[in-house]
Each structure stands twice: as structure tokens, then as C-alpha cells.
């Protein structure tokens, strides 16, 4: 199942429905819903929600049931999902598109620079879940594509804080750029997609020596002299008591505190599948049971443990889980 930042979505097993926010390790995916609380989701548990249903994720007005209004909730608003998408349409051509999978109006402008000229290829403003088309490229020249420059500022109507503006420059590189192969949002078909919006992308425009299309084919097909990485082994206790966790806990929401718990449960347990673990134990200490709650919950749904039941008091004293892993 395809799924990217900023897309609509709803728990396979639940009633919950959110935004994609970002891509955590363990095949973990975390989503906001209503009221900005984000919450990790192993990602085989979400369905994406086609855009029509997924306008009243949006929307400000309350639903109606039979001609009786609900009562309203604060609408679920996509921060984050700003693309740059190199479709192929054969084996000689690309077109280039700016794709806005987010809530936000964008006016925007942007360039292509080459040999000391910038050019520039289009503005506008982008409405919430569409795309504009920049330009054509021939996959022969690949060496020779320009760096492309997109600039932008963020707007919605009514109430809110304001966003700085961006600027982010693509130097397409042959060694990654084949690998970012994926659906893209909006246009449904099959891209090389840069996320402008994410912090941790690698986006700046620089020289260097770059490899030609016929070295990048002979890689692919030749076998990879890369070692392979073997998964570490978590630690079998994972205490998830936040003074464990950070030493930032006065500076954090409950919200916060709560989801660095579950990243923290969601991640240690999937390593230790990876690895080849068969048992591991997760302290949660007693408190209110939300947390306790939240795991035994996650835990039942989860196909590849076998079971769990509250750890030995003796060992770990109260609020410990052990999981048995299959």
C-alpha cells in the first residue's frame, strides 16, 4: 500500500482517522488527529482515505446523520507533504511536477538554474491537494539536468499562527535518485519523489563527480559488494519511564510525553522481532493505566507476538509487561 506524508487515513482496527506526519523506524508510521495529538501506528494498521471522504477531515462545518448536526470537532489540518515528482512517461522522457499534498494555499515560484542562467519555469498558488507541472526532461541528459529552485509561502484563512516561507534547491544525483521510486500523491503514478518540506531531506544544490546512467544500470544489475547489516538486539528490559527516555520532560506536553512512550514501545519491539528475539519485558510503572492500557491494546493486535501478561512482581515490581514474541 502506497502512503505519503500529508495523505489521509484511518486505523484498520479503530475509529481513529489523522494525517500522515512522518515515517518513524519499524515500519512505523505517525499521524495526527484531532487536536494536533500524534500518535504512532505500525502501518500495516492504516488504510489511505480517498480524497472525496477525506474532505471532512477538513472541513469546519459539523456532519450531519439523518438531518441531525453532530456535534463539531476541530478539523484534522495536513502540515506537512510538499513534493518534487520526476514521473517517466516512457523510457526517454520525465515531466517534472510540483505536488502540495497539504492543507495549506501555496503561493509559489519557481526556477531552473543551468550554466550560470536562471530561468523560470512557473508561479502560481497551489490549492490543497494539487499539482502543477513545471517541465519536460530527457532521461539522456540526465548529467546535464539544471538545479531547480522552489520558493514558497504558506496560507490558510482564518485563525492561526504563521509559517516562515522556504526556499529549497534539487540537485538530482544519479547514486539516490534511483532509488526514490514511489507512488506520488495526487498524480497516482509511479515518480522520483524529493520531500521540500522535510527536514532531514538532502536537498542542497552542489558539484561533485556523479555517475552516468550505463555505470548506474551495470550496479543495479551487478550483485552488491555492500556488506549486509545484521539487526542489534535491543536490550530484553526496555523501561519506558520518561526520566529514561529524555531530559527534556519539562519542556514536553503530555501529548508529547505519551507518544515518546509509545515511538519508544513500537520501535524496541520491532527491533527485537528483527532480530530474532523470542521475549522482552516493557516497565510502564503503574500510574493511571493509560499507558498500560496502550501497550496491552497495540500488543493484542499484533501478529507476531504470541502473547503477554504483567511481569513478575517480584522481578520487576509493578507495572511491567513481559510479551512473548513468536
Request: proline residues 5%; contains cysteine.
Amino acid at each position: 500500500m502506497s502512503m505519503n506524508i500529508g495523505d489521509k487515513v484511518r486505523l484498520v482496527h479503530g475509529r481513529e482517522e489523522g494525517i500522515v506526519y512522518r515515517f518513524l523506524p519499524g515500519n512505523i508510521v505517525e499521524i495526527e488527529i484531532e487536536d494536533g495529538f500524534r500518535i504512532p501506528v505500525l502501518r500495516n494498521e492504516l488504510v489511505t482515505i480517498s480524497p472525496v471522504e477525506g474532505e471532512r477531515l477538513v472541513r469546519n462545518e459539523p456532519i450531519k446523520k439523518d438531518n441531525v448536526p453532530v456535534s463539531k470537532t476541530r478539523a484534522v489540518f495536513a502540515e506537512k507533504g510538499i513534493y518534487l515528482a520526476f514521473v517517466p512517461i516512457n523510457d526517454r522522457e520525465l515531466t517534472v511536477h510540483l505536488i502540495n499534498n497539504t492543507d495549506w494555499h501555496l503561493p509559489f515560484v519557481t526556477y531552473q538554474e543551468q550554466e550560470g542562467i536562471t530561468t523560470g519555469l512557473g508561479s502560481g498558488e497551489m490549492k490543497p491537494r494539487t499539482s502543477y507541472k513545471l517541465t519536460d526532461l530527457l532521461a539522456k541528459n540526465f548529467e546535464q539536468w539544471p538545479v531547480f529552485d522552489i520558493q514558497a509561502l504558506y496560507f490558510k484563512e482564518g485563525n492561526g499562527s504563521a509559517k516562515p516561507p522556504f526556499q529549497k534547491k534539487i540537485k538530482c544525483r544519479a547514486q539516490s535518485f534511483y532509488k526514490r521510486k514511489h507512488a506520488a500523491p495526487i498524480l497516482q503514478k509511479e515518480a522520483y519523489l524529493y520531500q521540500l518540506d522535510d527536514e532531514n531531506e538532502t536537498v542542497k544544490a552542489f558539484p561533485g563527480v556523479g555517475i552516468s546512467a550505463a555505470d548506474l544500470r551495470e550496479r543495479m544489475l551487478s550483485p552488491s559488494s555492500e556488506p549486509k547489516t545484521v539487526p542489534t538486539k535491543p536490550d530484553s528490559v526496555v523501561d519506558l519511564h520518561l526520566e529514561k527516555l529524555t531530559t527534556e520532560i519539562g519542556k514536553m506536553s503530555n501529548t508529547e510525553k505519551l507518544t515518546l512512550q509509545l515511538t519508544t514501545f513500537e520501535q524496541q519491539l520491532e527491533r527485537a522481532i528483527a532480530a530474532g528475539m523470542h521475549e522482552m519485558t516493557f516497565i510502564h510503572g503503574a500510574g493511571n493505566g493509560v499507558l498500560r492500557n496502550e501497550l496491552h491494546r497495540r500488543l493484542s493486535r499484533h501478529q507476531n507476538v504470541q502473547f503477554f501478561e504483567d511481569a513478575q512482581k517480584q522481578k520487576f515490581g509493578y507495572g511491567a509487561t513481559f510479551v512473548k514474541i513468536k
